[in-house]
T-cell receptor, first 115, second 115 residues
Framework: GAGVSQSPRYKVAKRGQDVALRCDPI?????LFWYQQALGQGPEFLTY????????KSGLPSDRFFAERPEGSVSTLKIQRTQQEDSAVYLC?????????????FGPGTRLTVL | AQKVTQAQTEISVVEKEDVTLDCVYE???????LFWYKQPPSGELVFLIR??????QNEISGRYSWNFQKSTSSFNFTITASQVVDSAVYFC????????????FGTGTRLQVFP
């Protein structure tokens, strides 16, 4: 039983570069979430998918951030023209279905450092 | 406003001491869910408990117990007879009912248990 996996685990980018972060949810999980966790802070919501539909992207900090889940399984978070303030751990979570009592299972995160 | 406050930034205890982590939340909703997650040094968030707003019964699971009080908007977490393996950052989170399934996290409490 594999959990949520994320790749790469660590990414160093020069300011201005584009990056792509991948999330493989637990097989069969309908919902997928992205969170951003700055150093010493709690995770902050970025966006949420139900299958391939992006239902909420209210947490994306700017139009440089883009997420997709084209086939309703793997998701990619893309950050264009990275800035130093984008440095954070990006967490992906999945849950079995819709419903507010569903537990979210988190991956190990991708630590992004922008130089 | 939807908000979670964890006023204790860091707590240090000696093994076998009891410790309580405080969580205060704000929401206008009458139906909502509260969660506790543990984040060990490896970084992966581990689910501990979920409560819905209609269930104020306290819960005990081994050395862990939770005290939910709607009157004070608090959802506190107690570890009895703490162990070194309990050292981690603990996050309280709120899932409001009217919004999507996203979680709103507090800033976390770092617990250090010394032998």
């Amino acid at each position: 039983g594999a959990g949520v996996s994320q790749s790469p685990r660590y990414k160093v980018a020069k300011r201005g570069q584009d990056v792509a972060l991948r999330c493989d949810p637990i097989s069969g999980h309908v919902s997928l979430f992205w969170y951003q966790q700055a150093l010493g802070q709690g995770p902050e919501f970025l966006t949420y998918f139900q299958n391939e539909a992006q239902l909420d992207k209210s947490g994306l900090p700017s139009d440089r951030f883009f997420a997709e889940r084209p086939e309703g399984s793997v998701s990619t978070l893309k950050i264009q023209r990275t800035q130093q303030e984008d440095s954070a751990v990006y967490l992906c979570a999945s849950s079995p279905g819709q419903g507010r009592d569903n537990e979210q299972f988190f991956g190990p995160g991708t630590r992004l450092t922008v130089l | 406003a939807q908000k979670v406050t964890q006023a204790q930034t860091e707590i240090s205890v000696v093994e076998k001491e009891d410790v309580t982590l405080d969580c205060v939340y704000e929401t206008r909703d009458t139906t909502y869910y509260l969660f506790w997650y543990k984040q060990p040094p490896s970084g992966e968030l581990v689910f501990l408990i979920r409560r819905n707003s209609f269930d104020e019964q306290n819960e005990i699971s081994g050395r862990y117990s939770w005290n939910f009080q709607k009157s004070t908007s608090s959802f506190n977490f107690t570890i009895t007879a703490s162990q070194v393996v309990d050292s981690a950052v603990y996050f309280c989170a709120l899932r409001p009912s009217y919004n999507t399934d996203k979680l709103i996290f507090g800033t976390g409490t770092r617990l250090q248990v010394f032998p």
